[in-house]
T-cell receptor, first 113, second 113 residues
Framework: DAGVIQSPRHEVTEMGQEVTLRCKPISGHDYLFWYRQTMMRGLELLIYFNNNVPIDDSGMPEDRFSAKMPNASFSTLKIQPSEPRDSAVYFC???????????FGSGTRLTVV | DQQVKQNSPSLSVQEGRISILNCDYT??????FLWYKKYPAEGPTFLISISSIKDKNEDGRFTVFLNKSAKHLSLHIVPSQPGDSAVYFCAASFAGNNRKLIWGLGTSLAVNP
């Protein structure tokens, strides 16, 4: 298995632009998570899905952030409009029913200038 | 409010010696704990876990100890190797929060040759 695949690896965009981050979870994993990592706050859970349905989006910072999971093999995290304070590394993770298989992607480093 | 705390941002150890990484938690409902390792430009990878019904779990050079009364767990690496240099994250969960992982801020371990 190729693991959790995220794209792009790096994204540099101007303030006000729309940014879309993509994730392909491991096949057969029922849960998908979006995290944001910053030096000050560490790993923050933004939202997670179970069987493609959003379960908890309480970590989404503002209405500028939205996430979708149209099918079991694809999810997007969109920021519109982007701001410099959104600069961070965004990780996608997936897992099966148990916690043991919790697997992260390599992350997308977002820089908003 | 940090429910999972890793109070040492960094640790430096000589190759061959023991590395001890500490983690404290405040929520007595947590019943499952995990350690993840993260190299630069990669996502965190699962290292070892422990259930609250145990006080020790061992996997090769890695051992996790859990002291429920003190709400404290530790990761021991013996012997430490330069390849162990990474950021180590402690995470905890319980059934009542849908098994969301609550993360510490991480400890950066440097193993010197």
């Amino acid at each position: 298995d190729a693991g959790v695949i995220q794209s792009p690896r790096h994204e540099v965009t101007e303030m006000g632009q729309e940014v879309t981050l993509r994730c392909k979870p491991i096949s057969g994993h029922d849960y998908l998570f979006w995290y944001r990592q910053t030096m000050m706050r560490g790993l923050e859970l933004l939202i997670y899905f179970n069987n493609n349905v959003p379960i908890d989006d309480s970590g989404m910072p503002e209405d500028r952030f939205s996430a979708k999971m149209p099918n079991a093999s694809f999810s997007t995290l969109k920021i519109q409009p982007s701001e410099p304070r959104d600069s961070a590394v965004y990780f996608c993770a997936s897992r099966p029913g148990t916690l043991m298989g919790y697997t992260f992607g390599s992350g997308t480093r977002l820089t908003v200038v | 409010d940090q429910q999972v705390k890793q109070n040492s941002p960094s640790l430096s150890v000589q190759e061959g010696r023991i590395s001890i990484l500490n983690c404290d938690y405040t929520n007595s409902m947590f019943d499952y704990f995990l350690w993840y390792k993260k190299y630069p430009a990669e996502g965190p990878t699962f290292l070892i876990s422990i259930s609250s019904i145990k006080d020790k779990n061992e996997d090769g050079r890695f051992t996790v100890f859990l002291n429920k009364s003190a709400k404290h767990l530790s990761l021991h690496i013996v012997p430490s190797q330069p390849g162990d240099s990474a950021v180590y994250f402690c995470a905890a969960s319980f059934a009542g929060n849908n098994r969301k992982l609550i993360w510490g801020l991480g400890t950066s371990l440097a193993v010197n040759p």
